[in-house]
């Protein structure tokens, strides 16, 4: 298989196809400060590293005016460098924004569009494609270092940095995780790498020390082939915890400002160690470092963002729409590839996928909100500039600063444009998107006069206003439906051992050109037979266009019962800047072996289930426990040991191997929920295989359990199904009692 190298050499980075041009500034002296970069050499893409910061304010770096807090690395960067005075995160508060700025999305088409509620975690879905797959289509090897931000806590998953293509990562996986500066373990990969010397709540080992280490050993290891590092470190995110905060130890402020302001050098000393270690390897000529924030200053844990002028001259703190809440510095740096200077394009976020693209050589998904900034690195005016920006806000923390800047409306629904110098701002009293624009509270703002947008010019524009408002109407939709990009694999839910199966593929051309030779493989565990049932390759892929494939997949019949093997498909195809490669994979368990003699469902293991509790939520095969080890069931006052506790909707499969004879259980809304409330309303079905062979009526409390006796003969898996019944799932825990197999 040929190496990464191999594979990217010779195709050149070039710049993309430009959608729109206009002017943007850069300085005189930066432009005469030295030659411009030559073009990229032949057969080596840049490597890429992106630094976001995590609650660092417009005027926190020295570059953007900061007078307090020292940051004498990123300020050389910046010199050095190309720094936006106009560079925009693309939310107020962290979930949203980074999963805009990975997925090139606006938050009025991105599936995270909120920080995630308590109890719960914003995920990434397998629709989303991140600038990490489509780097690591090119070749590149892919890493993140720091915050993901987007749950659940497990691996495996598809909002999990692995499925959504970093091939390796270090940190914290939840957006709650990361508020944790000496944690008790960290991700590595798909597991859980304890700290043992955190543990109990000690503070011996610094986070973003590991971090800082971790980065370092990812550039080390891979400086001989084209990378892509996303170092996403928590500070200066509260709390304002660091080990050492001396260099501020003689100033007047509170213990807070004093770590605060350590922070904000800590992250500017990693950085510098970044740039350090991309110099002692000789890399500087082919790397392009990007530094950014997810958001406007912080003002939690006794924080004081006045005290350091860090929104500078804006208006406005992290969780406001006003330029302080979301517009950050950014500052791109690469001798050998980025023209040093001064850009006042209005740069959000967003354009970091198809601009990382463009450098790389990679085509992009033409869906994106973002537009390439590749050009302007490298010193042409010429960059595609967009027609507006927009933020939306759904957002329940308050803090007192931004609270008093909205006007005491820090939690109502609230949505921002940019058209060339005009912001408009609205506030909704509901939170209800759809609520007509006559009951929205309107400001209006020229930045080009009133940069701190003190003025409201609502009353004396009305027409502009309007115009505005109307593009935030048309840059929201409910639901953004996407165009399918690179490979997709659909597996069955189960494997039977010595039997075939089906297991079908695509690739999908979602970029605005196309490709050509196009193909399709699969991998299967060794021993596995292959057979394809389809063509597996075509000319040409239109932009658009997709190529399906399918194959019959045979486990040995002596394959291990009840285990999760992987499979791999993978499509390849030629483009205009080289050749891509997408994987897919995915997981087919073989069947638990089947029940040799009569037994309760609780006493089995099964294949999958979902959204139980009880037994089936204590462990990943209930068989490894007594039956009746969860919950005690209850119906009517009458208790049973032997039984399944569920929530609708929820799903819990068993295989049966065609052993058993009869099917028989209780179900119904048990005393437990009952007890709560008696609303609960649910539908029980059971099917044999594919076959529906039951469905109960209505379950309530008030009517009591439904009785089931049914015929399995030749049922080779059995499914138990409970459904929402009246559209509210609260109160809908449903129980099958003595749910038993008759084998002979």
Known sequence: MPSRRTFLAGSTAVWGPLTATSTATVTAAAATAQAAPGAA?????????????????????????QKSITTPRLDRLAAEGLRFTDAYATAAVCAPSRGSLLTGLHTGHATVRANPS?????????????????????????????????????AGQESHPAARGFEEFYGYLTHGHAHQYYP?????????????????????????????????????????????????????????????????????????????????????????????????????????????????????????????????????????????????????????????????????????LPTLADLGGAPAPADVDGLSAAPLLAGSPDAARHGHLYWFRD???????????????????????????????RFAPQRDHALPDDQWQVELYDLATDPGETRNLLDKHPAKARELVALMRSSWQDVYPRAPFGARLTLPGTAVPGRAFT????????????????????????????????????????????????????????????????????????????????????????????????????????ISATNGWGPVERDASNGRNAAGDGTPIAFGGTRYAKGLGVHAPSEIAYHLGGAALRFTSLVGIDDFSAAQSGVGATRAKVFGDDRLLLTTPTLRAATGPVRVDLDVRGVRVLRLVVEDADGRTSFDHTSWALAHVTVG
Do not use: M
């Open 41 to 65: 050499p032949a057969g080596r893409p840049p490597n890429l590293v992106v630094v976001l910061a995590d609650d660092l304010g417009y005027g926190e770096l020295g570059a953007y005016g």
């Open 118 to 154: 308590s109890g719960g975690q914003a995920p990434l879905t397998s629709a989303d494609t991140t600038f990490a797959q489509v780097l690591r289509a090119r070749g590149y090897r892919t890493g993140l270092v720091g915050k993901w931000g987007f749950g659940p806590e497990a």
């Open 184 to 352: 008790a373990y960290l991700w590595r990969d798909g597991v859980k790498e304890q700290i043992p010397a955190n543990a109990g709540g000690a503070k011996a080992v610094y986070a973003p020390d590991l971090l800082e280490r971790r980065a370092l050993e990812f550039i080390d290891s891979h400086a001989g082939e084209p990378f892509l590092l996303l170092l996403t470190p928590n500070l200066p995110h509260s709390p304002s915890e660091i080990p050492d905060s001396s260099a501020y130890a003689g100033r007047p402020w509170s213990t807070a400002d004093k770590g605060h302001a350590a922070q904000v050098s800590r992250f500017d000393a990693l950085v510098g160690k970044v740039v350090d270690r991309i110099r002692a390897l000789g890399l500087e000529q082919d790397t392009v470092i990007l530094v950014t924030s997810d958001n406007g200053p912080h003002e939690e844990g006794g924080v004081n963002p006045d005290l350091f002028d860090a929104n500078g001259p804006l208006r406005g703190y992290k969780r406001n729409l006003y330029e302080g809440g979301v517009r950050v510095p950014l500052i791109a740096w690469g001798p050998g590839r980025v023209r040093p200077g001064t850009s006042d394009r209005p740069t959000p976020l967003t354009d970091l």
């Open 395 to 425: 957002e329940w923390g308050v803090t007192s600063r931004a609270d008093a800047q909205d006007g005491k409306r820090a939690t109502w629904l609230a949505e921002a444009v940019r058209r060339d110098d005009w912001k408009a701002v």
């Open 503 to 606: 297991v079908t593929a695509t690739l999908d051309n979602g970029s605005a050109r196309a490709w050509t030779e196009p193909a399709l493989a699969l991998r299967a565990p060794a021993g596995w037979n292959v057979a394809p049932a389809s063509p597996t390759a075509a000319d040409r892929l239109a932009p658009g266009g997709r190529l399906t494939a399918s194959w019959q997949v045979t486990p040995p019949a002596n394959a291990t019962p009840g285990t999760a093997w992987t499979i791999t498909a993978e499509g390849t195809a030629a483009t205009a800047t080289g050749p891509v490669r997408y994987p897919a994979s995915g997981t087919v368990p073989t069947v638990p072996a089947a029940p040799a003699r009569d037994s309760y469902l609780s006493d089995l293991a099964w």
